[in-house]
């Protein structure tokens, strides 16, 4: 497209003569299709693109009179060794030009040096290094392949869950009391075995025997439910995983890129990147600069479009996105970027202006912001620069489960602590409640007897009741005689009687053996029900126990 002449008429505001009469120098370089730039067999150049009509427009909204000035083989603009500007940018530092026809990153570094037109961005842009992935095909099954359902976040957590809740379940049916659970069920259910359930109970499998309490059966439910959960979602996954088709790039860090032999940095010189990369603390970006600053990388041409020289193996290219599939269309799906820490910028654009252009600057800003109300930069845009970049997303993806994922469920497992604490302390009120009146109730009376107030009986009241023990412990003394007197006359005839008792005592012992396994079974029982009342009573308060001890030995006095 050939560039308009001069002596424009100004249509808009009255700007100040001098900016109106002297030539505006405009820098350009061939950059499609924001700007292309274009030798004549006579050796001048022709201009058109996007950045070109956005210019014709300003200019003669203006009036300006301006005359470009074509760079060969420039550049954006770039730090040299020796602390010089190169590129576009050092063509406005230096004063060989007034602005540039191109759209630049504001990076702090080009500020010092140069002013940008800020009212409305020309482009917006996602730099970032990337590299061509392998052919899909379908994911292996190994062992790392069983681990990639679940993120590693994940499998430390549960490994955690599962611990947290074996610890949870001994303890409660350690502490519950034994009217809650059976003592069968504590002595089976160790630590080792309930480490064995919790982890059974995450792979979906039963338990052989399972808690009575409460507090112990609230443990086992959010066991299966968290084991149901989390099996369910790793076997979907991993199913998604291993049919899906999936497909890797051969790099994946800059570190990589490095380690391994034949691998070639293909970029464009003087981008802001590269200014980056001179200053960057990673030891790796460092690197990538000095390959630009010694020559070994390759450059990406703009002229022509053949770009086959791009999708060799063992190349990465560093540019911008909407770029990429400029350059290779429906091939820029097969790129990956290498990974998300390596994003270098993500912005927008800026027309760039030499320091001290102030009316210009005011000007340019001025009607750009009008044309970016009207919509005319934003029709401009989508003619010539817009591009979806969302083509590529897969029909299929697969990713990790993360933490944040199975949150809701790994919930679950202070959700169980919680609820078997409540329950537990729910079962020892009760069961301290059952133990004292199963053993308190019958002995009642007893005890309020002993523990009643004792009331100081007067003289009056006294001598009555002296009287009345006196007279009964006479007749007890009487009683204790007569049975003395009784025991004497019996003695001489239980003597007489002992050879017979000795002659049927041999007819006696066969019935007396046949009686023996019940009465070892009912010594039994009475031992059990001995060691229950010595642990019932080991439950009992201090004050508890004295005050049944000295109802017991009352009984025993009367």
Same mark, same amino acid.
Request: include cysteine.
């Given at each position: 497209?050939?560039?308009?002449?001069?002596?424009?008429?100004?249509?808009?505001?009255?700007?100040?003569?001098?900016?109106?009469?002297?030539?505006?120098?405009?820098?350009?370089?061939?950059?499609?299709?924001?700007?292309?730039?274009?030798?004549?067999?006579?050796?001048?150049?022709?201009?058109?693109?996007?950045?070109?009509?956005?210019?014709?427009?300003?200019?003669?909204?203006?009036?300006?009179?301006?005359?470009?000035?074509?760079?060969?083989?420039?550049?954006?603009?770039?730090?040299?060794?020796?602390?010089?500007?190169?590129?576009?940018?050092?063509?406005?530092?230096?004063?060989?030009?007034?602005?540039?026809?191109?759209?630049?990153?504001?990076?702090?570094?080009?500020?010092?040096?140069?002013?940008?037109?800020?009212?409305?961005?020309?482009?917006?842009?996602?730099?970032?290094?990337?590299?061509?992935?392998?052919?899909?095909?379908?994911?292996?099954?190994?062992?790392?392949?069983?681990?990639?359902?679940?993120?590693?976040?994940?499998?430390?957590?549960?490994?955690?869950?599962?611990?947290?809740?074996?610890?949870?379940?001994?303890?409660?049916?350690?502490?519950?009391?034994?009217?809650?659970?059976?003592?069968?069920?504590?002595?089976?259910?160790?630590?080792?075995?309930?480490?064995?359930?919790?982890?059974?109970?995450?792979?979906?499998?039963?338990?052989?025997?399972?808690?009575?309490?409460?507090?112990?059966?609230?443990?086992?439910?959010?066991?299966?439910?968290?084991?149901?959960?989390?099996?369910?979602?790793?076997?979907?996954?991993?199913?998604?995983?291993?049919?899906?088709?999936?497909?890797?790039?051969?790099?994946?860090?800059?570190?990589?890129?490095?380690?391994?032999?034949?691998?070639?940095?293909?970029?464009?010189?003087?981008?802001?990147?590269?200014?980056?990369?001179?200053?960057?603390?990673?030891?790796?970006?460092?690197?990538?600069?000095?390959?630009?600053?010694?020559?070994?990388?390759?450059?990406?041409?703009?002229?022509?479009?053949?770009?086959?020289?791009?999708?060799?193996?063992?190349?990465?290219?560093?540019?911008?996105?909407?770029?990429?599939?400029?350059?290779?269309?429906?091939?820029?799906?097969?790129?990956?970027?290498?990974?998300?820490?390596?994003?270098?910028?993500?912005?927008?654009?800026?027309?760039?202006?030499?320091?001290?252009?102030?009316?210009?600057?005011?000007?340019?800003?001025?009607?750009?912001?009008?044309?970016?109300?009207?919509?005319?930069?934003?029709?401009?845009?989508?003619?010539?620069?817009?591009?979806?970049?969302?083509?590529?997303?897969?029909?299929?993806?697969?990713?990790?489960?993360?933490?944040?994922?199975?949150?809701?469920?790994?919930?679950?497992?202070?959700?169980?602590?919680?609820?078997?604490?409540?329950?537990?302390?729910?079962?020892?009120?009760?069961?301290?409640?059952?133990?004292?009146?199963?053993?308190?109730?019958?002995?009642?009376?007893?005890?309020?007897?002993?523990?009643?107030?004792?009331?100081?009986?007067?003289?009056?009241?006294?001598?009555?009741?002296?009287?009345? @023990?006196?007279? =009964?412990?006479? *007749?007890?003394? &009487? +009683? /204790? #005689? %007569? $049975?003395?007197?009784?025991?004497?006359? !019996?003695?001489?005839?239980?003597?007489?009687?002992?050879?017979?008792?000795?002659?049927?005592?041999?007819?006696? @012992?066969?019935? =007396?053996?046949? *009686?023996?396994? &019940? +009465? /070892? #079974? %009912? $010594?039994?029982?009475?031992?059990?029900? !001995?060691?229950?009342?010595?642990?019932?009573?080991?439950?009992?308060?201090?004050?508890?126990?004295?005050?049944?001890?000295?109802?017991?030995?009352?009984?025993?006095? &009367?």
């Amino acid at each position: 497209m050939e560039e308009p002449t001069s002596s424009l008429v100004s249509v808009g505001r009255g700007w100040p003569r001098d900016l109106l009469e002297r030539e505006v120098r405009v820098a350009t370089l061939h950059d499609p299709p924001h700007l292309f730039v274009e030798r004549r067999a006579d050796g001048s150049f022709s201009h058109g693109g996007f950045l070109f009509e956005l210019w014709t427009i300003l200019a003669a909204r203006l009036g300006l009179r301006y005359r470009f000035v074509p760079m060969v083989n420039g550049s954006f603009g770039s730090l040299t060794t020796n602390g010089t500007w190169a590129g576009l940018v050092g063509e406005l530092a230096y004063g060989r030009a007034d602005l540039a026809l191109t759209w630049l990153f504001r990076s702090g570094d080009r500020l010092e040096v140069i002013d940008f037109v800020s009212s409305a961005p020309i482009d917006s842009f996602q730099t970032g290094l990337f590299v061509r992935r392998g052919a899909p095909g379908a994911a292996g099954l190994s062992l790392s392949a069983l681990t990639r359902p679940l993120g590693a976040d994940v499998w430390w957590t549960l490994l955690a869950a599962i611990v947290a809740l074996s610890a949870a379940l001994r303890l409660t049916l350690v502490v519950s009391s034994r009217s809650a659970e059976q003592r069968r069920t504590v002595s089976e259910l160790g630590w080792g075995s309930c480490l064995l359930a919790s982890y059974m109970a995450m792979v979906g499998q039963g338990w052989a025997r399972t808690p009575r309490s409460l507090a112990g059966r609230a443990i086992t439910v959010c066991c299966w439910t968290l084991g149901l959960l989390v099996y369910s979602s790793y076997t979907a996954t991993l199913v998604s995983h291993l049919a899906s088709p999936t497909s890797r790039a051969p790099i994946s860090s800059l570190s990589e890129f490095f380690a391994q032999p034949g691998w070639r940095l293909a970029t464009r010189p003087g981008t802001s990147a590269e200014n980056h990369w001179k200053t960057s603390s990673s030891h790796n970006e460092r690197q990538l600069y000095h390959l630009i600053h010694d020559g070994e990388y390759i450059r990406i041409k703009d002229e022509g479009n053949e770009k086959s020289y791009l999708l060799q193996p063992k190349v990465m290219i560093s540019c911008d996105q909407k770029s990429l599939h400029r350059m290779f269309g429906q091939h820029a799906c097969e790129f990956q970027m290498l990974s998300p820490d390596t994003m270098l910028n993500k912005g927008s654009g800026y027309l760039p202006i030499a320091k001290g252009q102030i009316d210009l600057k005011e000007g340019i800003e001025a009607e750009l912001q009008k044309m970016n109300e009207a919509g005319i930069l934003g029709r401009l845009r989508n003619k010539w620069v817009e591009i979806d970049t969302k083509v590529c997303v897969p029909s299929q993806q697969y990713r990790p489960l993360s933490f944040a994922n199975t949150l809701a469920v790994l919930a679950i497992v202070p959700l169980a602590v919680l609820v078997s604490s409540c329950l537990l302390a729910v079962e020892t009120v009760v069961g301290r409640a059952q133990l004292w009146s199963r053993w308190r109730l019958p002995l009642l009376w007893r005890v309020s007897a002993c523990t009643a107030p004792s009331r100081q009986l007067s003289a009056a009241e006294g001598a009555p009741v002296t009287g009345e @023990l006196l007279g =009964q412990r006479s *007749e007890l003394t &009487d +009683q /204790r #005689s %007569e $049975l003395l007197d009784q025991h004497s006359e !019996l003695l001489p005839y239980q003597h007489s009687e002992l050879p017979d008792q000795r002659s049927e005592l041999p007819d006696q @012992l066969p019935k =007396q053996h046949s *009686e023996l396994p &019940d +009465q /070892r #079974s %009912e $010594l039994r029982r009475r031992r059990r029900w !001995l060691s229950e009342l010595r642990a019932q009573l080991a439950e009992m308060s201090g004050g508890e126990r004295q005050r049944l001890r000295a109802a017991i030995d009352a009984t025993f006095d &009367d």
